[in-house]
């Protein structure tokens, strides 16, 4: 049975090898190469390979928990995979944004992309030693970070909302780096999705999030990502009591 020890880091290990491909993706892909929605399509396989990459992330935790087999070394590999797929790779698609709504102009502006990669960083090696951090968050999980970034050129690629021009705008995608970079290390207290019973009383808060989070996809789809990260923040400043 010593084989279950190993389970959580292999799942991790899944996390930080989606991270190095979807990395990989959207390095090769070149800027000039968007000039139409569908272009964007080159993007998709990075944005599902991190979706896959945060399920991992989801499940290592939680599997660990359940086989009693948390580790030192699991926690490290864990924020080193984040690091990578959770830090790096959404700086690489706001560089990648950023090129392109820049193109013709002052194009070094997209590499402050990376700043939300720093902060990121600053994130998780601040979460390894926050003892405040077991039941709730302090500051913006990475995963949160990324699927709010990663969520960008799929809402290009299917704009049924008339919002490309708004999110190609440079200044825009900068204000959101550093915004995203900001609200990655504040103070400000965020819930966790960890239910430790099935009670309304005792998780009401995360079943009015998961619901309307469901309403908000159903009705816009991808558009819905930017606006449910919105909801997670705005939930926890709201009601910072959720038990």
């Not at 690091?83 to 002052?106: D, E, R, Y």
């Not at 600053?122 to 970070?145: E, H, V, Y």
Request: charged share 10%.
């Amino acid at each position: 049975m010593a084989i279950k020890k190993h389970i959580p880091n292999a799942l991790t290990c899944v996390n930080l090898l989606c991270g190095c491909v979807a990395l990989s993706i959207i390095l090769g892909t070149k800027t000039t190469a968007f000039q139409q929605a569908s272009d964007w399509q080159e993007l998709m396989p990075a944005a599902v390979l991190i979706g896959i990459a945060a399920i991992a992330d989801f499940f290592d935790g939680l599997v660990a928990r359940a086989l009693r087999v948390s580790s030192p070394i699991g926690k490290d590999l864990d924020s080193l995979a984040d690091m990578v797929s959770f830090g790096v790779v959404p700086g690489a698609f706001l560089f990648k944004l950023l090129q392109h709504a820049t193109a013709g102009s002052n194009s070094s502006l997209a590499y402050l992309a990376f700043t939300v990669s720093i902060f990121s960083a600053l994130r998780l090696a601040k979460f390894n030693n926050d003892t405040r951090q077991s039941d709730s968050f302090i500051g913006l999980p990475t995963p949160a970070c990324t699927i709010l970034v990663t969520s960008l050129p799929v809402i290009l690629l299917n704009d049924q909302f008339g919002v490309s021009g708004i999110i190609l705008n440079p200044w825009v995608l900068l204000a959101l780096t550093f915004a995203l970079s900001g609200l990655l290390v504040a103070e400000l207290p965020l819930f966790a999705l960890k239910f430790k019973n099935l009670t309304w009383q005792d998780n009401s808060l995360r079943f009015v999030f998961l619901i309307m989070t469901v309403a908000l996809l159903v009705l816009l789809q991808a558009s819905a990502v930017p606006l449910i990260i919105l909801l997670y923040v705005l939930l926890s400043v709201v009601r910072p009591s959720y038990g």
